[in-house]
């Protein structure tokens, strides 16, 4: 079994960068994966999940399976459908008896669940376990990914479902990715919940995954470990691309370093400034 389940909660950076990061945690959408990209994605990854591009209805199981084949990926998420948990439900039994029954996949699934209509996961959840069962769903790695999250504007909302949803996957015996959550430090004057939520490491979230690292690089934004977001005022044109590559690559590692670090404030140094030349 990969790194998800470490004792740290594993960010991952949902790339659609074409240089490349300098992040070792990676998730990749179909729509991202390519022959070109194996050997790029291979290299810089040590945990490299591939999705199924969930904004696409014509993304197939099928292609799902051939994308994280060709990148040797150690996670795959099959196809689902938002906020349909029914449809959900019959993709991931379709992958599992056309890639994991037939032994074509034999590495670990992030098994997609989607809300239902108020924000709650209970009905996916119970369907699942009505066509595989508790320990079925345990030998294929016993992760599930909340789906449904992203966009949620209202973060106390979006806390109070995380922390249901995780509770729930965590009373089955697994353990939870997130989709599409960014982990902003503060939301509308105050630290945002969501945050603090992720940072107190609560059982049974093992990890998150969001694309914002790298489209605050693409304007030029640099998050520090504090949380604190810093502005470059020119990052357009070709030349820039190695520099936002490196903003995005150190926005990943910032939220890594933010969500687990402790809580109590840094050190501050004691060598005077004038010292440092």
């Not at 994966?33 to 490299?48: E, F, G, N, Y």
């Not at 034999?106 to 209970?122: C, F, H, N, R, S």
């Not at 990890?207 to 520090?224: I, K, N, P, Q, Y």
Request: net charge positive.
């Amino acid at each position: 079994m990969s790194t998800l389940a470490d004792s740290n909660i594993k960010f991952y950076d949902a790339t659609g960068w074409k240089k490349g990061l300098f992040y070792p945690y990676i998730l990749a959408s179909t729509s991202y994966v390519s022959d070109m990209h194996a050997k790029l994605l291979r290299s810089i990854a040590t945990t490299l999940i591939v999705d199924c591009d969930i904004r696409n209805e014509n993304t197939t199981n099928k292609k799902v399976y051939e994308k994280a084949t060709i990148v040797n990926a150690d996670y795959v998420v099959p196809k689902d459908y938002i906020r349909k948990p029914e449809e959900t439900v019959h993709s991931i039994v379709n992958f599992v008896e056309n890639y994991v029954t037939s032994g074509k996949w034999e590495k670990d699934l992030i098994i997609p669940v989607q809300p239902a209509e108020d924000g709650t996961y209970d009905n996916c959840i119970n369907l699942l376990l009505s066509e595989f069962g508790q320990r079925e769903l345990k030998n294929m790695g016993g992760y599930i990914g909340l789906g449904g999250l992203k966009g949620i504007e209202d973060k106390k909302v979006q806390c109070k479902r995380i922390v249901a949803g995780v509770k729930l996957i965590h009373s089955f015996g697994f353990v939870a990715h997130l989709f599409g959550v960014y982990p902003g430090t503060y939301y509308r004057g105050s630290i945002n919940p969501v945050f603090q939520y992720i940072r107190s490491r609560p059982a049974g979230l093992a990890s998150l995954d969001s694309s914002v690292t790298e489209t605050m690089a693409v304007t030029g934004r640099a998050r520090d470990f504090g949380g604190n977001i810093r502005k470059f005022p020119d990052t357009r044109g070709d030349e820039s691309v190695p520099w936002k590559v490196c903003i995005a690559s150190a926005n990943a590692w910032a939220v890594l370093n933010s969500i687990n670090r402790n809580s109590r404030k840094p050190k501050q140094s004691t060598i005077p400034f004038r010292n440092l030349k």
